[in-house]
Nanobody
Framework: QVQLVDSGGGLVQAGDSLRLSCAAS????????MGWFRQPPGKGRTFVAG????????HYADSVKGRFDISRDNDKEMAYLQMNNLTPEDTAIYSC?????????????????WGQGTQVTVSS
């Protein structure tokens, strides 16, 4: 089992940046693909970004490409989501999650352990 703790959310203005962190413990973090998801108010959870076990390959939702950057540090058992040029449409609860799949995964159902989520609010 893996325990995940998200942090780094907050209230920012449009155009600002935030860096979310995900701290892992339990089984070795390097054994899992990792992803970030978000859930806007009143909507379902959607994929934001993903990264493979070694941190070599990343993939993003179209809505965040060029603005967000996912990374991981397996030695520190940490993952990050750097979010730049934020807009009000990015307002959501952001959660990190891990998957045992090797291939790219975009659906929440493919991820088995989840962080508790951190709120990101972007004002216009």
């Amino acid at each position: 089992q893996v325990q995940l703790v998200d942090s780094g959310g907050g209230l920012v203005q449009a155009g600002d940046s935030l860096r979310l962190s995900c701290a892992a413990s339990g089984r070795p973090f390097s054994g899992y693909r990792m992803g970030w998801f978000r859930q806007p108010p009143g909507k379902g959870r959607t994929f934001v970004a993903g990264i493979d076990r070694l941190g070599a390959k990343t993939h993003y939702a179209d809505s965040v490409k060029g603005r967000f950057d996912i990374s991981r540090d397996n030695d520190k058992e940490m993952a990050y989501l750097q979010m730049n040029n934020l807009t009000p449409e990015d307002t959501a609860i952001y959660s990190c999650a891990v998957s045992t799949y090797y291939s790219e995964r975009f659906q929440p159902m493919d991820y088995i352990y989840w962080g508790q989520g951190t709120q990101v609010t972007v004002s216009s």
